[in-house]
């Protein structure tokens, strides 16, 4: 027997059927791909995040670092100015005895001044 064809009614009904499918799986499809883009904007937000937290930390301890190499050169400049101050006296007091020596009468302040040596006529005596 020959099977008898669907009735038209049926046949609407399928097709209505699959439309109205159509229409939730693309529903859905588009709610998919909104949930994955912004799954995808989260994600690089967050990677963007990181990365400014990454670089703003990285400029916060080269700052720590440079603030204390600059604290170590200006405690270094200050013993060098302190030993430049004594040596400057020291240089000073030199110069004043240079010129004293080879002014007028310096021959007598250079032998006033070497009270090591003997006078003539005389004996040294050395105490152990």
């Known amino acids: 027997m020959a099977k008898a064809a669907s009735s038209p ?7 209505s059927d699959r439309s109205a499918r159509a229409q939730v799986d693309a529903g859905t499809r588009a709610a998919l ?6 799954r995808r ?3 690089c937000s967050g990677l963007a995040l990181a990365v400014k937290i990454g670089l703003i930390s990285l400029g916060a301890v080269s700052l720590v670092r440079l603030s ?6 200006l405690d270094r400049h200050g ?3 302190a030993v430049v101050d004594v ?5 000073h007091g030199l ?3 240079f010129d004293r020596l080879f002014t007028l009468g310096g021959r007598d302040r250079l032998m006033g001044e070497q009270d090591q040596w003997i ?5 040294r005596v050395i105490w152990r």
């Open 119 to 123: 006078a003539p006529n005389r004996l």
């Open 9 to 15: 009614i049926r046949q609407r009904s399928r097709s």
């Open 87 to 91: 040596e400057t006296n020291k240089l």
């Open 41 to 43: 904007d989260m994600l």
């Open 68 to 73: 204390m190499a600059y604290q170590e050169r």
């Open 95 to 97: 110069q004043q005895r």
């Open 79 to 81: 013993e060098l100015a």
């Open 33 to 38: 791909i909104q949930n994955q883009g912004d």
